[in-house]
Structure formats: C-alpha cells, structure tokens
C-alpha cells in the first residue's frame, strides 16, 4: 500500500497546472534532500466510501500501467479528511496533447498509428485489470520528444487513469447533496 501524505503540510506548491470542475492540479517539491518536483491531484470534495475504494482505480493503473501511465507516488486526504489527492511523478518535458498539436501542428500518419497503438496497449492493460478510463482525449495524453538514444520517437504516456471514477463518485454525491435539499 502506497503512503498516505498531509499534501498541505507535506509538499511546497510551485505552480498550478490546472484546474477544473472537479479539482486543481499543482507542481510540487517534495521535502527533504532531493525536493523532487511532483504532481498533486486534489478534488474539491471527497467522495463517499474508504480510501482503497476512493483510490482504486490509480493504485490499479500504478500496477498494471507501467510504462503507460505516470508512477503513483502517494494519495490522502486533506483538510481533515475532506479533501482527496493524489501524488504522482512529475515527467519533465512532457506536454500535453492540445497544447502540442498547438504548438507542433498535426503529427505524421505514421508517427499518429504508432502512438495511437501505444495508447490501445494502455487501455488493454487497463482494460484487463478492469478499469475504464472514461476521459480519453488529447489533453489526457502526455507527449514528449524522445533522445536520438532511445529512438527519436513521441513518447506518450495517458493520465488520469481512475480519476474519471471518483470525479463520477464525487459529483453522484453531488446530486444525492442536492436532492436532499
């Protein structure tokens, strides 16, 4: 089991990266001798159920997604126990999808098939361990320029993996609030 962290006593905040109807997403250091740069993944509010039941989906993709998805480093809850989160490795010179084709244009044939059979491999392993990603499109897809030493090809990793599972929880438990009042 991955360590549960205070994000807000734990990592100093460097930048936001994004932010949405769901939650804010933050580049971090961590403490210590190395202050590694880490991403942070909060969520407004927490969704109703445990921690494993919360998180399960990335612990899944973190075991079965190497190579496809960004390492899971850590997930709690901040703010009392209101708040969730997740830490994940920072991957330095990736982009996102939009804003490469933004800033690159559109891709070769070839370079697109390839990419686009590495992303179908992502969802098999996904796909076999039983998650389903819900969210796939270009801003979900990291790209980066590969070295002339490990082929000089677009890497590609996919994120937020399992998150489209609690963003369902947390907004099911939005309208069940609602439908209360």
């Known amino acids: 089991m991955l360590p549960t962290r205070n994000v807000s006593t734990r990592y100093q905040t ?21 202050k590694r740069p880490v991403v942070v993944k ?10 494993e039941a919360t998180f399960a989906e990335a612990m899944t993709m ?8 960004p390492s899971l480093l850590g997930y ?29 244009g559109l891709l070769p044939l070839a370079t697109s098939l390839d990419l686009g059979r590495r992303v179908l491999q992502a969802q098999v392993a996904a ?7 819900l969210d796939l499109k270009s801003s979900n897809l990291l790209l980066k320029v590969e070295p002339a030493e490990e082929g ?14 609690v963003a369902e929880r947390v907004d099911g438990a939005r309208v069940a609030d609602a439908s209360r009042v």
Not at 14 to 34: D, H, S
Not at 42 to 51: E, L
Not at 127 to 133: D, L, S
């Open 14 to 34: 460097q930048a936001i990266l994004g932010a949405g109807g769901m939650g804010c997403v933050f580049l971090c250091r961590e403490p210590g001798k190395g």
């Open 76 to 104: 709690g809850f901040a703010q009392g126990g209101e708040c969730p989160y997740l830490v994940m490795e920072y991957l330095d010179g990736y982009r996102d999808g939009d804003a490469w084709l933004a800033e690159q």
């Open 152 to 165: 000089g090809g677009i890497g590609v990793k996919v994120i937020d993996f399992g998150l489209a599972r």
């Open 42 to 51: 909060t969520f407004w509010r927490a969704a109703p159920g445990t921690v």
């Open 62 to 69: 973190d075991r079965v997604g190497r190579g496809y998805v």
């Open 127 to 133: 796909h076999a361990a039983g998650v389903v990603h």
